[in-house]
Every structure is written in C-alpha cells, then in structure tokens.
C-alpha cells in the first residue's frame, strides 16, 4: 500500500470493510507479497476498492468474487487507466502471473509511446478477419458513390463470394483468384465475356480497399489480366426484326406461365419506347403527366443523368392501364413479386432470367422450365438490352431521321452539342414512337 493501513479497530467502518483491512494489516504486518492467496480472500469479501498490488498494477474489486486487473500509467504526461483482465483461473481468466505478464507487455507499448488503451480499442475495430468482412465494408463504401450499386453487389454475392467468401484475407492467393474466375466462365459459357471481366474487375477493387485499409500487403489479384478473364469483348450489334419479334411474342404468348403477362409487356414497351430496362422496371406511377401521355423521365432516374419526358402512342397507354390494375395501387408499374427489404419493384434479374429461361439456360441454380423453345424457333440469342437496339434500328428503316432516333432512345452526345432540351423533337419523336407501336402492337395484342 501507498500509504500505511491503519489498524481496522480503529475505524468506524461496515464489517465488509473490516474483513477488507484486515487481510492487509496481516500482509504488511507480516511483510508478505501479494500471493493469488491473499488476492482471492481479498476478492471473496468483496469490499468495493481500487488496490495496489505492485507498481503500476492494481486490483479493482467490483463485488465478492468478482476482480479485475488495472494498469495504472501515463502516457504524454497524460494518467491513463486499462483493465488487463479479469483475475481467476486460466484459462478464460487471469491468475497473478499471467496478469504480471500482461502488465509487462502493455508497459512495453507505454515505453514505445503507445497507449495500451488505444491499441485495445484498436484491435476490437480491426473485425476484418475473411473476404466477406472485406466486402462489406467495399461494398458500403463504394455503393454510396455508384449509380448503379446493384451491380457490384450482385456479382460478389453471385461470383465472388460462392468461392472465397468464408476464406481468411491473408490465405487467399492467385490460385483463389483463378478458382473464382473458372467458376464464373463455367456458369457463364454462353454469355458474353462482360460478366468474367467484370468479376475481376470487382476482385481487383475488393483487395485494393484491404490494402488501402491496412489489412493485407499485396492484391492476389493485381497481376490477373483481361485475358485470364473473359478476354477481349465485342460490342454487341444484336437487333431483332420484324419477323423474329413476330416469333418470340408467339412464343411467349404460348409459354405464357413462364413468361407472365407483366414480363410480356414489359419487353413491348422496351421495344416500342426505346427504354433502358433499370429506367422502365422503376418506373412510377407518378412519372406520368396528368393526362398519361408523356413519361416524364428525370435526370436522377436516366441512366446517362439527361432528363427527356417521353410520349406514350396509344397502343402503350392500354399496356400501362392493364400493369395499373395488375399493380394492385402499388407506386411501381412492376412492383416486386415478393417480399423485399431493398426494393419495392422487381429485380434487376427478373426479365433476364424469364427470357434466359426461354433459351433453356439455368437462372442460378434453376434448370429452365421450358427448354430452348427460343432456339427452337430459330431465333437466334439475344439479351433484353438488344431490344434498345432493336427499337434505334427499327426507327431507320421507318425513316425516322438520325437525329430523332437518337433523341428516341435518349443517347446524347458529350460536350455542348449533346445538350439538348428534354423536349427537343419531341412532336416528331411522337411520331416515331406511334408509327413504331403501330407495327408492334400487331405483334403483341393478338
């Protein structure tokens, strides 16, 4: 003790205390060092206190049997306080000597200049143990600046996670990285190489996060290039005709329990609106003007951030009345089909996969229900994106001009030149539009 114990008789104090002094008395008296002896009887009285033990070490008795280790030091002439442990047995807790253990590894840190405080504080925050802690913590940071956060997030839980997800930061090495990209050429071997490239383009940015973070020294996936992906990509120039959107409304119309209505109208609309899918299957009822003639598509909601307020021919008007009643008053035209907590509208996926269905492909882990009944019919694969294509190159063989058409499906030119109004050529788009919906909806409403 720092300063001489007085003698218990002496003190008017609970019995508790009495005990508490006692023992002390007898320790000086007999100048004994603290053994796990006099600790544990000190802690069986459980006389709340703060006592010292050694030079820097302290036992603070918080109630009977129940003590914990305190290192009592300072650091920038600051006095700062850490608890070591809880005293008791090994091995959850911490006896004297694995306590004077502990209290010569924190004065260590102390003699470096560190706060055992702070690097305790330090070691609870650092929770990034395998990828998936890694990818959270990505996923959060970069989500919040994207346009698009779905899609990252969509090709780690698909691609990335599947394979590497559980493993340590510090095991993973090429050969996962390679593990990762074989798997998804394996389940992508009929689509475009976009997908595999992607992947590591995301596995990249994922280790790159842990090296910026501190967590790992080297990105297992810096040296992997294009060609150990998907290779290099073509642009696509897919665009369907008259007689194969003829067939492939037929065909949907016959499988009609695997390609619902809704989905069946959604590919017309593409077709005649010249849409980007993620602008239409978040589309609003309250987009539309008063008299639903024109969607009024913002630059928060355009893909490309260029706000257009596109006219709706007849034909499209009926469409979207029957998806009104089919929407049972939800804000969404295609509300989501299940329960969600991250959207109120269906899924990226969902007409990707209903028409990958079609062409007998498995949709995750689901075989088609229906067989390639597309191929079947002589229609060559196509993705939903290629009916944007479709609707630019139907316009020019209706003569639409280039300008106009280009407005139609809202693709703008960067500088000056492409700033347009949001309601440039609109009375001419209104005829491409009408004149195209008259063409298709002979397709469709049959």
């Not at 929770?127 to 780690?156: F, G, Q």
């Not at 959107?245 to 695997?258: D, G, N, P, S, Y």
Request: glycine share 6%; net charge positive; with cysteine.
């Amino acid at each position: 003790m720092t300063k001489k114990v007085l003698k218990s008789e002496q003190l008017n104090i609970s019995s508790s205390q009495k005990s508490y002094y006692k023992v002390l008395e007898e320790r000086e008296e007999n100048k004994k060092a603290f053994s796990n002896a006099i600790i544990q009887q000190l802690i069986s009285i459980g006389h709340v206190s703060l006592t010292r033990i050694e030079p820097n070490l302290y036992l603070r008795i918080t109630k009977p049997n129940k003590g914990f280790w305190i290192y009592q030091y300072k650091i920038h002439n600051k006095p700062k306080r850490t608890t070591l442990g809880t005293y008791g047995k090994r091995p959850d807790k911490l006896p004297l000597a694995d306590a004077r253990e502990k209290l010569a590894t924190a004065r260590a840190l102390v003699n470096q200049g560190k706060d055992p405080l702070a690097e305790k504080k330090r070691t609870k925050q650092s929770k990034y143990n395998t990828v998936d802690d890694l990818a959270l913590d990505w996923l959060d940071d970069i989500t919040s600046r994207l346009e698009h956060p779905n899609i990252p997030v969509r090709i780690y839980q698909q691609e990335i996670k599947p394979k590497i997800g559980g493993i340590s930061l510090n095991d993973v090495t090429g050969l996962d990285i390679r593990s990762v990209l074989k798997f998804v050429k394996e389940r992508k071997k009929t689509a475009r190489p976009t997908i595999v490239n992607d992947t590591l383009t995301y596995l990249k940015q994922l280790f790159d996060h842990g090296v910026t973070l501190g967590l790992i020294h080297h990105n297992p996936a810096m040296a992997f290039k294009t060609k150990h992906a998907g290779g290099s990509e073509k642009s696509r120039d897919r665009a369907l005709s008259m007689d194969e959107l003829k067939t492939i409304f037929q065909i949907m119309r016959e499988h009609h329990a695997h390609f619902i209505r809704e989905n069946y109208l959604a590919v017309a609309l593409l077709v005649v609106l010249g849409v980007r899918k993620g602008e239409l299957i978040a589309l609003r009822w309250d987009e539309f003007n008063a008299d639903n003639t024109i969607w009024q598509l913002t630059e928060e909601r355009a893909k490309n951030g260029v706000a257009i307020d596109i006219p709706i021919p007849q034909q499209a008007r009926v469409w979207f009345n029957e998806l009104k009643i089919r929407a049972n008053d939800s804000p969404y035209v295609f509300p989501s089909r299940r329960k969600s907590i991250r959207r109120e509208y269906i899924s990226d996926d969902t007409l990707n996969h209903a028409l990958t269905n079609l062409f007998g492909k498995k949709t995750g882990k689901l075989k088609s229900s229906t067989g390639d009944v597309l191929g079947g019919a002589g229609i060559e694969y196509f993705v939903i994106h290629d009916l944007r294509r479709t609707t630019r190159t139907l316009m020019s063989k209706n003569k639409v001009r280039s300008e106009v058409a280009e407005k139609c499906i809202n693709h703008v030119k960067k500088g000056v030149e492409g700033i347009y109004n949001r309601d440039a050529f609109f009375e001419e788009r209104v005829k491409a539009h009408q004149d195209l919906a008259d063409q298709i909806s002979e397709l469709v409403d049959v």
